[in-house]
Each structure stands twice: as C-alpha cells, then as structure tokens.
C-alpha cells in the first residue's frame, strides 16, 4: 500500500502497529494517539489509505471511542490527506490554539468543519458552528456526515460567510451546494498567494 515516513504499510503492518497502541483499552486508538506513540503521521496516514478509521476498527475488531474533539482532529487529517493527494501541496495540521485547522502551501488557512445529520422541526440538517462572526480562515471545508459515512463536502471561501456564526445546509437543497465538492478554491487561493509574494 506504499510508503510513508519511510515505511511500506501493509495491512499486517497496521494491525501490528494498532493493536500495540490498544492493547490495553480495546479502543481505535484516535490519529492524535497513533501520531504520538509513533511519532510521526505515517501509521494514521495509513489507517485513512486502508479505509479510514471506523472500516479499520472494524476489521480488528476494536471499539471506536467517540470523542468530539478527536472526531473533528481526524477529519484534518483526512481534509490534509485530501489536499495533498488531489494537489501535492504542502499541508500543515495545526495545533488547536490555532483560530484555524490547516495551513497550505504555508499560505493558505483552511478550516475544518463536521457536522452529523439533524432533525430540526421535521426537516433534517447539516448545521456548521463557525465560532466568531468575522473569519480567521481563508477556505472552509465542511464534512455532511450521514451513517458514518461523508455524504458531501462543502469547499466555501470564508469571505462568502462573513458575518456568519453558523452555516446550515439542508439534506437534500441548500442555497450553499454550488460549493459542493469545489476543491478548484484552494488552487486558486494558493495560486492567488503566490502572486502576492
């Protein structure tokens, strides 16, 4: 399955590696967990290229301890992971102090969002908390979760939600999902960067 960190990740490689790490608790160790008793990405990096975290858990047969902030710090993961295969740019998970999740190309400030299927007044929503009115971030990226599974992705430029504390998008129409799946914004934000230096 390739390498990362210097090291071929077969599947038998991760099981090792995971069971080591849960041995004591029988939990999915989170990608902030396996970052640090590793030391480096490349074993949470791998988990995301075998299936992702709960598909792992499952073949092991390990329970997935839920944890919001841990929900949200794997999705980084996955958007970095998302970034750099679609576009080779250099992508930096940054530390939650930070106003925003992920830095491109040392530029560009990308925020994570994740937001579960809700039932508000019979209709069903995606509904986004985006913290403060006037945005730290250039580009928000926004996981609809539905079953566990990515139902879609919202790539929206932060200037579109300025003054906004809260993004909703409606299960199935929103006026927001001519941003679906439009990941073109951080070529273009980086492309735009580039030409200010």
């Not at 390739?2 to 041995?23: D, M, N, Q, R």
């Not at 858990?57 to 998302?82: P, S, Y």
């Not at 079953?147 to 909703?168: F, N």
Request: aromatic residues 12%; positive net charge; charged residues 25%.
């Amino acid at each position: 399955m390739g390498y990362s960190h210097g090291k071929k990740w077969t599947f038998e490689k991760v099981k090792e590696e995971v069971l080591k790490i849960s041995a004591d608790s029988g939990i999915m160790p989170s990608f902030k967990t396996m970052d640090l008793e590793t030391g480096n990405k490349g074993l949470s990096v791998a988990v995301s290229r075998y299936g992702g975290y709960k598909v792992v858990a499952e073949k092991l047969g390990l329970k997935v301890k839920i944890c919001e902030t841990n929900f949200g710090r794997d999705f980084e993961i996955i958007c970095l992971q998302e970034i750099e295969k679609k576009f080779s740019f250099d992508c930096e998970q940054m530390t939650v102090k930070y106003p925003y999740d992920l830095l491109v190309s040392g530029a560009v400030k990308v925020d994570v969002k994740v937001a579960k299927k809700a039932k508000v007044h019979n209709s069903y929503y995606y509904s986004f908390n985006l913290e403060k009115k006037a945005q730290t971030c250039d580009i928000f990226v926004c996981y609809c979760i539905d079953d566990d599974k990515i139902a879609k992705i919202y790539i929206v430029p932060a200037a579109v939600l300025s003054g906004k504390c809260q993004l909703s998008v409606g299960i199935n129409h929103s006026i927001y999902d001519k941003y679906i799946n439009q990941w073109h914004y951080i070529t273009d934000y980086v492309e735009f960067m580039k030409g200010c230096v």
